[in-house]
């Protein structure tokens, strides 16, 4: 199979799912049209100029795509690839339609009809206390789970890695630049071109440090980065927004639009073959030496971002609700950009398919595992030599995709000759997205921390106050950088996924609740329940299988209490938070359909 068949097809699925599913969503379950009639949006309701703005449909997507879409996307694809290439091709297109893009739209008419509140805000409003306190916990463990899961990636790229070191390193300075910059005198145009161009400067750089003093400066181990990543987040997330992370967002969207831009008109043009089976037999299973769990329920886990994200809850409820102009433009800035997400994810999925096997197996396992599975490389030799870089055992699915991206566009005539100028542009992208999602993540983790212990002592929930600040960013790094030191690829990103997917499930729930109270007819209930069916299904299964087999298990490689222990706090507050929505719904049942609709609806 050739890769432009897989990709016309899913963007022929896509489309047809947004104009028929999407429609109906909009018009019938949430009746965007009627709220526009009689309720005016948060933004023009409570417009403050600052973060209540009513803001064009089309802004406020790019706002929301480039928050949802950082790493997830590029990298549970490639991971899930151990599979074969169906599974993930599958997972993707039915979560995305059936469960992400109704997730995401839910979420955010939610947090809309609250005012634009956090989930667990609403929580409150709509299951009562207990339900709240567990959904603000599970939002603190699952944001602290994702920040290791994220910075478990950028660490495996840049391992024994100079170049990228530097050239990743280099945007701190340029970005902090460029805020200072923008901020003295307000050029935002000549800010935006000289930090591309610095950026640039930095890449092309890269290869004259290798072999001087100051590349064996850079030559970092793993260990080594593991330490450096949190207590680059403490700065990140101590320091004001507008010095680091306003100006590392707005450089990397520039980046992400045109490498994948790049790579969809890369594909069509080189129509790559897909090397992989649709199904690899030998892991369905289980055991594999990326994904260690069986194809069920770990594709769904392994996938997150791309197919349905419980971290999409948190910008549904955080800015985006605070941005949007009228009620109905919920239908293309969600519904519409989970599934444009999707379409990035497929691409991923498709430069990891398009290696061989035996080479992709050869990045994403140790040397000891690949030799286990009685493979042979066939292009990754050249390919190294092509990129001036070891890739074997590099895991975690951000080498992979710039190997595959690569290999593909090294087919185009003047890209031939610039492969490693190529692979570790899509490093750079890559880590620059991810460290934008961490600065992002531990900033949001510290006022999370602020927030919840902020009951016990009160000046901690003030964000002026600098020793507060201080304290909050230093757990969240220390926690999350934990995780990062004592994991690994395997343990850690399943750890994310089962977290991820029960914030997911808990945005589901509260969707369900909204939709049982405003729909005229019950069954429409049914686009929240379906897809919450399987994901809580999944994510216990998963998490069940994880602690039994790996966080517990003496005998395993990845053997961990504190996972353990993690894993099994998430499962119950997830337990507790369905106990009290179940008892929710059984309530509202009793009320008549009509009364409910006339009580909750427009």
């Not at 450089?251 to 090397?275: D, E």
């Not at 493979?375 to 070891?390: F, I, S």
């Not at 902020?454 to 950088?481: E, H, M, Q």
């Not at 589901?508 to 109270?517: F, S, W």
Request: charged letters at 10%; a neutral charge.
């Amino acid at each position: 199979m050739n890769a432009v068949t897989i990709v016309v097809g899913a963007i022929c699925i896509l489309l047809i799912a947004y104009r028929l599913y999407g429609t109906f969503m909009a018009a019938k379950i949430l009746k965007l049209e009627e709220m526009d009639a009689a309720k005016e949006t948060p933004a023009h309701e409570l417009e403050d100029g600052k973060d209540y703005v009513p803001t064009n449909k089309w802004v406020t997507f790019g706002h929301h795509f480039a928050a949802i879409a950082a790493a997830g996307p590029l990298v549970g694809p490639i991971l899930a690839a151990q599979f074969g290439y169906l599974p993930g091709l599958i997972w993707l297109l039915v979560g995305a339609v059936i469960g992400g893009a109704v997730h995401d739209a839910v979420v955010l008419f939610a947090s809309m009809r609250k005012n634009g509140q956090s989930l667990s805000e609403v929580a409150k409003e709509e299951l009562g206390p207990v339900a709240a306190f567990c959904t603000g916990l599970a939002m603190l463990f699952i944001i602290t789970i994702t920040m290791a899961g994220l910075s478990m990636v950028v660490l495996h790229a840049l391992e024994h890695n100079p170049w990228g070191v530097f050239s990743v390193g280099i945007t701190i300075p340029i970005a902090m630049g460029v805020g200072i910059y923008h901020r003295i005198t307000g050029n935002l145009k000549g800010a935006t071109i000289v930090g591309f161009i610095l950026i640039m400067v930095g890449i092309l750089l890269g290869p004259s440090i290798q072999g001087t003093a100051f590349g064996d400066f850079l030559t970092l181990d793993a260990s080594t980065l593991a330490i450096i990543l949190p207590i680059y987040a403490f700065f990140a997330a101590a320091l004001p927004v507008w010095l680091l992370l306003a100006p590392r967002d707005y450089l990397s969207t520039f980046m992400k639009i045109g490498v994948f831009g790049a790579l969809i008109v890369g594909v069509f043009y080189v129509n790559p073959k897909v090397q992989f089976p649709a199904v690899i037999s030998d892991f369905i299973n289980g055991g594999g030496p990326i994904v260690a769990g069986p194809v069920w329920p770990f594709i769904s886990i392994t996938i997150a971002c791309g197919a349905i994200s419980g971290f999409h809850a948190f910008v549904g409820s955080g800015t985006t609700p605070k941005m949007i102009n009228r009620w109905k433009d919920i239908k293309p800035v969600a519904f519409g950009a989970m599934l444009v997400e999707c379409l990035v994810a497929l691409m991923a999925l498709i430069a990891a398919v398009s290696l061989q096997p035996g080479d992709y197996f050869a990045i994403n396992s140790s040397p000891e595992a690949f030799a286990a599975l009685g493979m042979d490389t066939v292009h990754l030799k050249d390919l190294a030599a092509e990129v001036g870089m070891d890739l074997e055992g590099r895991t975690g699915g951000a080498v992979t995709l710039a190997v595959g991206m690569t290999y593909i566009f090294t087919k185009l005539p003047w890209f031939a000759n610039l492969a490693s100028y190529f692979y570790q542009f899509v490093i750079l992208f890559e880590a620059v997205f991810i460290l934008t999602a961490i600065d992002s993540g531990t900033r949001v983790a510290r006022y999370l921390i602020q927030d919840f212990f902020g009951d016990l002592y009160k000046p901690l929930k003030r964000t002026d106050w600098l020793p507060g600040n201080i304290f909050a960013s230093a757990l969240a790094c220390f926690v999350w950088g934990y995780l990062l030191y004592s994991g690994d690829i395997s343990s850690i990103w399943a750890l994310f996924g089962v977290s991820n997917q029960l914030m997911a499930s808990i945005g589901l729930i509260i969707g369900a609740t909204i939709v049982l109270k405003i729909a005229d007819k019950r069954w429409y209930v049914l686009t929240c329940l379906i897809p919450l069916a399987y994901l809580y299904v999944t994510v216990n299964v998963a998490g069940y299988w994880m602690v039994k087999n790996v966080y517990l298990n003496p005998a395993s490689n990845s053997y961990s209490m504190l996972n353990g222990i993690l894993s099994i706090v998430m499962i119950i507050l997830g337990l507790v938070i369905m106990i009290t929505a179940i008892k929710k719904w059984i309530e509202l049942w009793k009320v008549p359909q009509a009364e409910l609709a006339k009580e909750f609806g427009v």
